[in-house]
Nanobody, 124 residues
């Protein structure tokens, strides 16, 4: 069982940047982490994913070009940065961990463990 903890949420001004981290502990038989988000009244959607065994990265169209996902080799934490945030980026952000195949990296079923989520609110 993998225990995931997200951090870094909060209030971000429009046009600013958000940076979230996801730390894993426990039985860490994983090779990828994905970030998803869920806005109020909407379904959870994919944001970005990173499979570090082959360095594959995927981004949703909504954040491609203004976001990056990376992994700290020492701590194993996975970071998500989104620049030029807008009100539509407001959501609870969740990280998932697992061993997804390529076709499932952008889907929730690719991940077997989930964090509790961290709220990000874009506003002034």
């Amino acid at each position: 069982q993998v225990h995931l903890v997200e951090s870094g949420g909060g209030l971000v001004q429009p046009g600013g940047s958000l940076r979230l981290s996801c730390a894993a502990s426990g039985s860490i038989d994983i090779n990828a982490m994905g970030w998803f988000r869920q806005a109020a009244g909407k379904e959870r959607e994919f944001v970005a994913a990173f499979r570090w065994t082959d360095k594959k990265k995927y981004y949703a169209d909504s954040v491609r070009g203004r976001s990056s996902i990376s992994r700290d080799k020492d701590s194993g934490a996975v970071w998500l940065q989104i620049d030029n945030v807008q009100p539509e980026d407001t959501a609870v952000y969740y990280c998932g961990a697992g061993r997804p195949i390529v076709s499932t990296m952008a889907t929730m079923r690719g991940y077997s463990s989930w964090g509790q989520g961290t709220q990000v609110t874009v506003g002034s």
